[in-house]
């Protein structure tokens, strides 16, 4: 590339953002990190009436959470009324805008049906009937969408401009008022959509698209969520689906953005950040599930047994507030029938459970880690007709739940006064 390549996302604060509106950032972002340019975050606020107070900081605050951090700005378009008005006399000078009321309106030189390259959908054309005299500066003092980032696209710089599907009909009105001003525009690359969960409609606020902060909130990782947005809508063109930002950064390519849209989908996401997860050092994994556990059950031991069973930090609150580890600090309380396994007397499990504390009474108190209870229980197990008959109402006696982790696992972390007297009372 020859032009210093000058990117920006320049979102309107009507609302809080979701994936579609940050992932127009990211690419703009990824695009000027790959070409040593500069990234720019304008905030288009000339619509008065819809704008949601908070809503600047808000974008802001996603932004830096994801790491998307801009070069310039943030540039507010409310604050740069003077440089409209200077532009509209341009135009008015030139015979290319008009007064009509108290607004400036721009004159079409002339309705023709224009031709432009797009960096992900190739040629495209859209005709007369996109043209007409159109708003430049409202009543208000404002200029309108139409005016604005084109003026302030000029004034920054700007080459590549990254922008959804729906701007292609507006794309004639842009280019004639380019031309009127004898600038060349910037090179478009327009972004397929990201669809709902369904896969059948674009995701938007109404199809209930979350909030970008929840995400945050919910324990995943920025750079997690970063590859996940990447791929809604690029392919790096082979099956690498595990990014760091830096990788992302140099293989990104305009060229490999598809033209089909992607579909939201929080298993992907939620696979991607467990992914990210693995990579962490033990020690941030340690600490990140203590913190989230509620004081009384930040216990190290546990850390592993979360760890397998959590995709995101926001899990281990959700895993400690459905009671799904109290387990590990008081007895659990289950109808007696649930110790039973396919049929068996009730005579047969006391026997198996009368064994299996002969057998782990053997093992000392320093020495009584998940190896060793594997080794003697599965001992035991393998000379029955089924395992299930031992490791069924060992399971249940310590757990209290169908599902949960293996029972030598909770045997150490129980230890093992609290796992016999578990099974006693089983029995």
């Known amino acids: 590339m020859t032009e210093k390549v000058v990117t920006r996302f320049a979102p309107s604060p009507t609302g809080f953002m979701h994936a579609g509106s940050v992932r127009t950032a990211l690419y703009a972002w990824l695009w000027a990190k790959k070409n040593n340019g500069t990234f720019i975050l304008r905030i288009e606020d000339t619509d008065k009436e819809r ?4 809503s600047a900081l808000h974008i802001m605050k996603s932004l830096q959470w994801l790491g998307l951090n801009w070069d310039e700005g943030p540039y507010f378009q409310s604050e740069r009324l003077p440089i409209y008005k200077k532009w509209g006399e341009k135009l008015i000078k030139t015979g290319h805008a008009y007064p009509d009321g108290n607004a400036l309106r721009f004159k079409i030189p002339e309705k023709k049906r224009y031709h432009w390259q797009d960096l992900v959908y190739g040629d495209l054309s859209a005709g007369p009937e996109a043209l007409d005299d159109f708003i430049l500066i409202k009543s208000d003092g404002y200029p309108t969408y139409n005016f604005a980032h084109i003026v302030d696209d000029i004034e920054m710089s700007v080459t590549h401009v990254m922008r959804g599907e729906e701007f292609i009909s507006s794309t004639p009105k842009f280019l004639s008022l380019y031309e009127a001003l004898h600038i060349t525009p910037p090179h478009f690359a ?18 209930g698209a979350k909030d970008l902060l ?23 063109g082979d099956e690498r689906e595990i990014f760091t930002r830096e990788e992302l950064v140099r293989v990104f390519e305009l060229e490999k953005i598809q033209k089909s849209g992607a579909r ?16 962490l050092p033990k020690e941030e994994i340690k600490k990140n599930i203590l913190e989230n556990l509620p004081k009384d059950m930040q216990n190290p031991k546990l850390v592993p ?20 580890l109290d ?19 009730a005579e ?19 020495n009584f880690t998940t190896e060793k209870v594997k080794e003697a229980l599965m001992t035991l197990a393998d000379k029955l007709p089924s395992r299930g008959e031992l490791l069924h109402p060992v399971r249940m006696a310590l757990s209290g739940l169908d599902q949960s ?3 030598f696992t909770i045997a150490e972390i129980l230890g093992k006064n609290e796992t016999i007297e578990r099974l006693q009372k089983a029995i």
């Open 51 to 54: 704008e949601v107070s908070g």
């Open 305 to 324: 047994v979360i760890f397998e069973r959590i995709s995101k930090w926001g899990d281990v609150r959700v895993l400690a507030g459905a009671g799904e």
């Open 405 to 407: 982790p293996d029972p």
């Open 264 to 279: 939201m989908s929080e298993d992907k996401l939620n696979w991607i950040n467990k992914e990210h997860l693995k990579k």
């Open 348 to 366: 047969q499990i006391i026997t198996n459970l009368k064994t299996a504390i002969r057998v782990l009474q053997e093992i000392s108190e320093s």
């Open 327 to 345: 387990f590990f600090f008081k007895s659990p309380v289950f109808p007696k029938e649930k110790l039973l396994y396919k049929g068996m007397r």
């Open 214 to 236: 929840e995400y945050h909130e919910e324990g995943y990782l920025p750079d997690a969520f970063i590859n996940f947005l990447a791929l809604l809508g690029w392919n790096p």
């Open 190 to 207: 327009t972004l397929p959509v990201i669809l709902g969960r369904n896969g059948k409609k674009k995701l938007s606020k109404r199809d």
